[in-house]
């Protein structure tokens, strides 16, 4: 076996595949920061809230209704993204006319306040979930085992991330989307009611982040701070992409995924820290982002 | 006339002196983690374990009233002690309670030790608070890291796992607890493969456990806490490292992990513990009143030591009949021996070290659990006399001079 910088080809092949699984979720969550910035200009703050819910919505589900994970993952993103529609009717529309400050500061705060009602009934220690069974084991892939959890939920949300895109940039719907984002005005002169598509487009993205905090609980602690652990992250990645970028938001959650796994090889003390490296170098030499349109 | 002035100043302070006896006033302040991480292990439990020591007690018996007073210190040592000095300064509270978070309580120890008060610590782990910053102030209760590693490390190197490897959280906590459990291993025969640090609250633990499971080592040690350490055991099920014949040491597990994770995902974990709920009808009795405000919820042993805590501190009190003078109420508490329905007799050294047992659990299997909390098997119980550090390897000033 070859070595690669005094690391083991082994070692390395494994990290990589484990850095895109890390970046599977890191696209799935700030594509629906991406969608939601791009059609509402809202920072939605709540994001990380919201995954959060996504993964709570599972267990109570589980414990109390007896509903298993794969029903878990059609219905949790629906119940949530009603809950993200009732959010945006009651208080995001107020805002949206206003500067993007008022609707980062109205979801950091709607963010703090969901957090702080589950802490208060859940605690804090997190709650069991477990794997599937039909997902349960792993395969032995020669330089590493690979749970088959994982290389469903690499496959899971590859195919997610791919649908949306084409969803927004290539059907009809999605060029709606698109036109009523540059000019509201107009399109709704077409007939178009674009209050409400705003208003769907919000609970979809808000949908995508409990779909992926249903495909977090089997792995990760759930418990109320588990959002705000991995928000942040996802922010630096979607800042990285380019704000309202579908496909930069897509591509760049997988590769610094990646770029992520490779540091906890090399130097794993900085692991958390190298995103936001990154971010500062993009910021100062591409300040909209690796894919954004320049403002 | 002036005999008579005398008089009645002499009487008068007769009087005042006898109100101040009949109550004597003592406050409590119970200083935590109420809203993030360290909460389930302490927060409004350990208030209500203070609660129940003070009704207990019974301060009415005792001609005293005892209030308590309770905070948040958001695991930040500045804010820890900005609060207790506030406490001292302004609401003249006597003693403080649990601490959870190791820097924010060697920062309360020094506030203490400079007021003259009372500190009885439960929640914080570091073995420095009766070492090298130890104080005549404080009792260290419920448990420490060297406690920890001793436990753990000792017994699971004896039973077959002499080759280690370490996940180790990268902050002051985690390694002290690598370094103890390192020194356990090789004191006892037991070899360390390697070791990797990772930062404070990961999500992912993937990469860190195929780096554990390459090693080959037949113990993974977690020196880390919380929700590192439910993450690591739970993605470390998933990679089939328990499964491939590893298995992982959690240094510092509460009951609230085991819960948290689900007997499923735990079982077959050792860790040590000074106190579990289902221990005997005294800690079920107690642990049902407990759970009058806490439903659903199991006492981590930190709880338990704030109860216990509270209660020995109160009958020194009431021993001296004044709250005032902080080093003789503690001075007070290591003359007496403590007993009580959660830790059973014991007593407290000259360090401020609560001497007692120690329990070497095992994680049930879902199979073995009966009713909810039966999460535990007893595989070994430690003597109090070996399960802390001996005086002599403190580094305590206060016990060599």
Request: charged share 15%; with cysteine.
């Given at each position: 076996?070859?070595?690669?910088?005094?690391?083991?080809?082994?070692?390395?092949?494994?990290?990589?595949?484990?850095?895109?699984?890390?970046?599977?979720f890191?696209?799935?969550l700030?594509?629906?920061?991406?969608v939601?910035?791009?059609?509402?200009?809202?920072?939605?703050?709540?994001?990380?809230?919201?995954?959060?819910?996504?993964?709570?919505?599972?267990?109570?589900?589980?414990?109390?209704?007896?509903?298993?994970?794969?029903?878990?993952?059609?219905?949790?993103?629906?119940?949530?993204?009603?809950?993200g529609?009732l959010?945006?009717?009651?208080?995001?529309q107020h805002?949206?006319?206003?500067?993007?400050?008022y609707?980062?500061?109205l979801?950091?705060?709607?963010?703090?306040?969901?957090?702080?009602?589950?802490?208060?009934?859940?605690?804090?220690?997190?709650?069991?979930?477990?794997?599937?069974?039909?997902?349960?084991?792993?395969?032995?892939?020669?330089?590493?085992f690979l749970?088959?959890?994982?290389?469903?939920?690499?496959a899971?949300?590859?195919?997610?991330?791919l649908a949306?895109?084409?969803?927004i940039?290539?059907?009809?719907?999605?060029?709606?989307?698109?036109?009523?984002?540059e000019?509201?005005?107009?399109?709704?002169?077409?007939g178009?009611?674009?209050?409400?598509?705003v208003?769907?487009?919000?609970?979809?993205?808000?949908?995508?982040?409990?779909?992926?905090?249903?495909?977090?609980?089997?792995?990760?602690?759930?418990?109320?701070?588990?959002?705000?652990?991995?928000?942040?992250?996802v922010?630096?990645?979607?800042v990285?992409?380019?704000?309202?970028?579908?496909?930069?938001?897509?591509?760049?959650?997988?590769?610094?995924?990646?770029?992520?796994?490779?540091?906890?090889?090399?130097?794993?003390?900085?692991?958390n820290?190298?995103?936001?490296?990154?971010m500062?170098?993009?910021?100062?030499?591409?300040?909209?982002?690796?894919f954004?349109?320049?403002? | 006339?002036?005999?008579i002035?005398?008089?009645?100043?002499?009487?008068?302070?007769?009087?005042?002196?006898?109100?101040?006896a009949e109550?004597?006033?003592?406050?409590?302040?119970?200083?935590?983690d109420?809203?993030?991480?360290?909460a389930?292990?302490?927060?409004?439990?350990?208030?209500?374990?203070?609660?129940?020591?003070?009704?207990?007690?019974?301060?009415?018996?005792?001609?005293?009233?005892?209030?308590?007073?309770?905070?948040?210190?958001?695991?930040?040592?500045?804010?820890?002690?900005?609060?207790?000095?506030?406490?001292?300064?302004v609401?003249?509270?006597?003693?403080?309670?649990?601490?959870?978070?190791?820097s924010?309580?060697?920062?309360?120890?020094?506030?203490?030790?400079e007021?003259?008060?009372?500190?009885?610590v439960?929640?914080?782990a570091?073995?420095?608070?009766?070492?090298?910053?130890?104080?005549?102030?404080?009792?260290?209760w419920?448990?420490?890291?060297?406690?920890?590693?001793?436990?753990?490390?000792?017994a699971?190197?004896k039973?077959?796992?002499?080759?280690?490897?370490?996940l180790?959280a990268?902050?002051?906590?985690?390694?002290?607890?690598?370094?103890d459990?390192?020194?356990?291993?090789?004191?006892?025969?037991g070899?360390?493969?390697?070791?990797?640090?990772?930062?404070?609250?990961?999500?992912?633990?993937?990469?860190?456990?195929?780096?554990?499971?390459?090693?080959?080592?037949?113990?993974?040690?977690?020196?880390?806490?919380?929700?590192?350490t439910?993450?690591?055991?739970?993605?470390?099920?998933?990679f089939?490292?328990?499964?491939?014949?590893?298995?992982?040491?959690?240094?510092?597990?509460?009951i609230?992990?085991?819960q948290?994770?689900?007997?499923?995902?735990?079982?077959?974990?050792?860790?040590?513990?000074t106190?579990?709920?289902?221990?005997?009808d005294a800690?079920?009795?107690?642990?049902?009143?407990?759970?009058?405000?806490?439903?659903?919820?199991?006492?981590?042993?930190?709880?338990?030591?704030?109860?216990?805590?509270?209660?020995?501190?109160?009958?020194?009190?009431?021993?001296?009949?004044?709250?005032?003078?902080?080093?003789?109420?503690?001075?007070?508490?290591?003359?007496?021996?403590?007993?009580?329905?959660?830790?059973?007799k014991?007593y407290?050294?000259?360090?401020?070290?609560?001497?007692h047992?120690?329990?070497?659990?095992?994680?049930?299997?879902?199979?073995?659990?009966?009713?909810?909390?039966?999460?535990?098997?007893?595989?070994?119980t430690?003597?109090?006399?070996e399960?802390?550090?001996?005086?002599?390897?403190?580094n305590?000033?206060?016990?060599?001079?």
């Open positions: 076996m070859f070595e690669i910088f005094g690391i083991p080809s082994q070692a390395l092949f494994g990290q990589l595949l484990l850095g895109l699984i890390n970046g599977s890191y696209a799935l700030s594509l629906g920061l991406a939601i910035f791009g059609m509402l200009n809202i920072i939605n703050f709540t994001h990380g809230a919201q995954y959060m819910m996504g993964a709570f919505c599972a267990y109570l589900l589980l414990q109390y209704f007896g509903i298993n994970y794969w029903a878990a993952l059609v219905i949790v993103p629906i119940v949530i993204g009603v809950l529609i959010i945006e009717r009651l208080f995001l805002v949206s006319k206003l500067d993007h400050l609707g980062l500061i979801t950091f705060g709607l963010a703090l306040i969901i957090e702080g009602l589950f802490r208060n009934y859940y605690g804090s220690s997190g709650q069991p979930y477990q794997v599937p069974e039909a997902l349960q084991g792993g395969r032995n892939l020669g330089f590493m749970p088959n959890y994982r290389a469903w939920v690499i899971f949300s590859l195919l997610i991330c949306t895109w084409f969803a940039e290539r059907t009809r719907l999605g060029s709606y989307l698109r036109a009523a984002t000019n509201p005005t107009l399109v709704r002169a077409f178009i009611n674009v209050p409400r598509m208003t769907l487009t919000y609970g979809f993205g808000v949908g995508l982040a409990a779909l992926a905090g249903v495909m977090a609980a089997p792995i990760y602690n759930v418990s109320p701070q588990m959002g705000s652990d991995l928000i942040i992250v922010f630096a990645v979607v990285i992409g380019g704000m309202g970028s579908i496909m930069g938001a897509i591509i760049t959650g997988f590769v610094l995924g990646i770029v992520e796994g490779l540091t906890k090889v090399f130097f794993p003390e900085a692991s820290t190298v995103i936001f490296v990154i500062v170098i993009v910021l100062l030499v591409r300040p909209a982002g690796m954004g349109r320049t403002a | 006339m002036r005999l002035a005398t008089l009645a100043l002499a009487a008068t302070a007769a009087l005042t002196s006898a109100a101040h109550d004597l006033t003592v406050k409590l302040g119970v200083l935590n109420m809203s993030s991480l360290y389930d292990i302490g927060g409004q439990g350990s208030v209500i374990a203070a609660k129940m020591a003070v009704e207990d007690f019974n301060p009415a018996a005792h001609g005293m009233k005892v209030e308590i007073v309770s905070a948040d210190h958001l695991n930040k040592p500045d804010v820890g002690s900005n609060i207790v000095r506030q406490w001292f300064d609401d003249h509270v006597d003693a403080v309670l649990d601490v959870p978070t190791s924010v309580a060697l920062a309360v120890n020094e506030v203490v030790r007021k003259n008060k009372v500190f009885l439960s929640g914080a570091t073995s420095d608070l009766t070492g090298a910053k130890c104080s005549p102030n404080t009792v260290h419920t448990y420490d890291t060297w406690m920890l590693a001793n436990g753990t490390g000792k699971l190197v039973s077959g796992g002499d080759t280690w490897f370490f180790t990268d902050y002051a906590f985690g390694h002290a607890l690598e370094r459990t390192t020194a356990v291993v090789l004191a006892n025969g070899r360390v493969l390697g070791s990797v640090a990772h930062p404070l609250n990961t999500q992912d633990f993937s990469s860190f456990l195929l780096q554990a499971q390459a090693s080959k080592a037949k113990i993974i040690g977690l020196a880390n806490a919380g929700g590192d439910d993450n690591a055991i739970k993605q470390g099920a998933e089939g490292i328990t499964a491939g014949g590893q298995h992982f040491a959690g240094l510092l597990v509460f609230t992990d085991v948290a994770l689900g007997l499923k995902t735990a079982q077959g974990l050792v860790l040590t513990e106190f579990y709920w289902d221990m005997n800690t079920r009795a107690w642990t049902k009143r407990w759970q009058v405000e806490r439903p659903g919820k199991f006492p981590a042993m930190t709880v338990a030591g704030v109860y216990a805590a509270t209660m020995h501190y109160l009958k020194a009190v009431a021993a001296l009949k004044s709250a005032t003078d902080g080093k003789a109420v503690v001075a007070k508490m290591k003359d007496m021996p403590t007993d009580d329905p959660l830790f059973g014991g407290i050294r000259a360090d401020g070290r609560k001497i047992p120690a329990y070497l659990f095992e994680v049930k299997t879902p199979e073995e659990s009966k009713y909810p909390g039966d999460d535990y098997k007893l595989r070994a430690i003597p109090a006399e399960a802390f550090r001996p005086m002599k390897d403190d305590c000033p206060m016990v060599t001079n």
